[in-house]
């Protein structure tokens, strides 16, 4: 039961970051290719078996739907990057 829990809490908050990363897209957020396929990327500061889990359930998000395709990137000092980026108009940057 754990396991589901987890499970459905990372899937919510991966929903969530990509609703905030889409909805904070600047010019050079998000990209799409000649066939459509638009590219988002994901900022999170976890690493080890946090980044593993991030990475497995955008692995599945991507699989399931081939327009939208996101790719989980660390960042250190996620806050300070974020803010700086913010401020200058390149929230999150590619």
């Known amino acids: 039961m754990h396991a589901t829990l987890t499970r459905r809490l990372a899937?919510?908050?991966?929903a969530v970051a990509t609703v905030i990363t889409t909805g904070c897209a600047s010019s050079g957020t998000t990209s799409s290719s000649a066939d459509g396929v638009?590219?988002?990327?994901?900022?999170?500061?976890?690493?080890?078996?946090?980044?593993q889990q991030f990475r497995t359930m955008t692995a599945a998000f991507n699989k399931t739907h081939p327009k939208i395709q996101v790719e989980y990137v660390v960042q250190e000092d996620i806050l300070t990057?974020?803010?700086?980026a913010s401020t200058s108009g390149q929230a999150p940057p590619t």
Do not use: H
């Open 11 to 14: 899937a919510a908050a991966l």
């Open 38 to 51: 638009i590219k988002l990327k994901f900022w999170g500061d976890w690493s080890g078996e946090g980044e």
């Open 81 to 84: 990057k974020f803010l700086t």
